[in-house]
């Protein structure tokens, strides 16, 4: 997409939100993504489609907290669909949240009804439940610890501690005293996490195969429960993850589970920073830890995005970097 005469001239898109968290799942319009695999259609969707990216999840049709999430064809015979979550600066491998808005959806297309689903994604094949509740259990991607208590120097902070993580994203995950975990302080944790992960990419830190740690992840305890935690998740775009964060509960579960805090089957509540709720465990196959995320999401709109060629925004913009 390389200016305004390439857009489609409209996008149907779902809206919905999940524990607070907004998805953005488009369902029509969007141009045939080529690829044979989750991972070339995600790749073809990078190199070929960013400024559509850009307009439909960014402003003025959109905000920085917007998931978007592009319905593609299964490549797999027992998918439903495929997905490509994108988001103000890029494409995601997996979104919990998302993908949690995403069975929602299809339920409201009629697509699917009660029971269990797979879905494909670029970093794999996901199982869904949606329940009769309207509750949706999602069956993540294989989720580790990557390195326990790694040290990094950060500007104004000091020495933080903090584990790696994968849980579909790549995490640092870190609970600091001083500052509390609630909306009041929204300002101070944006600056807190972002200065962590501009010092781990400074300090070479990574997640497995050198990849970037684009998630940074803070922790306390939540009154009331032994086995929960109260969260802030910065995501990759400079935007604050108002869900407890699907792939961050994960990767959570994961260290938790190294460090001898939690069993398998075990359930675990986490607790956004605006007070949504996942409820999670994990399942072993074989040697693999497989996190189960159950929340809840709520269709929020059924619009068409529409594209005049004159509209000097017709590509959105964003100021995150």
């Not at 969707?45 to 960013?50: G, V």
């Not at 944006?190 to 990849?211: K, P, V, Y």
């Not at 939690?262 to 040697?287: H, I, K, M, P, R």
């Not at 809840?296 to 709109?301: E, K, N, Q, S, V």
Request: with cysteine.
């Amino acid at each position: 997409m390389t200016d305004a005469s390439h857009f489609p001239g409209s996008i149907r898109v779902i809206d919905s939100h999940t524990e607070g968290e907004p998805t953005r799942v488009v369902v029509d319009g969007w141009p045939p993504l080529a690829g044979a695999t989750m991972q070339e259609m995600r790749a073809d969707f990078l190199a070929r489609h960013d400024r559509l990216r850009t307009a439909v999840v960014c402003e003025p049709r959109g905000h920085d907290a917007i998931v978007g999430a592009l319905l593609t064809p299964a490549v797999s015979a027992d998918a439903v669909a495929g997905v490509v979550f994108f988001n103000n600066v890029g494409a995601l491998g997996m979104c919990g949240h998302g993908l949690i808005g995403v069975v929602r959806t299809l339920a409201h297309l009629g697509r699917i009804g009660t029971g269990t689903v797979k879905i494909d994604t670029p970093v794999g094949q996901v199982g869904a439940e949606l329940h009769v509740s309207g509750q949706v259990t999602i069956r993540n991607v294989t989720s580790w610890l990557h390195a326990r208590d790694v040290r990094v120097d950060v500007p104004g902070l000091g020495e933080v501690i903090g584990d790696v993580a994968y849980g579909g994203n790549w995490f640092f995950l870190t609970h600091l005293d001083d500052v509390a975990l609630d909306l009041v302080n929204l300002l101070a944790l944006n600056d807190i996490t972002l200065r962590i992960r501009s010092a781990l990419a400074a300090q070479g830190i990574t997640g497995g195969d050198g990849e970037e740690i684009d998630h940074i992840e803070l922790y306390g305890p939540l009154d009331g429960t032994d086995l929960g935690a109260r969260n802030f998740v910065m995501c990759p775009g400079g935007a604050y993850d108002r869900s407890p964060c699907g792939t961050g509960t994960s990767a959570k579960l994961a260290a938790m589970y190294a460090r001898g805090d939690l069993a398998v089957g075990e359930q675990f509540v986490q607790q956004s920073v605006t007070g949504g709720t996942f409820t999670a465990w994990l399942s072993q196959d074989g040697n693999d830890l497989i996190p189960h995320i159950r929340g809840r999401a709520f269709i929020t709109g059924d619009s068409t995005l529409l594209f005049d060629a004159a509209d000097p925004f017709v590509g959105g913009f964003t100021a995150a970097h």
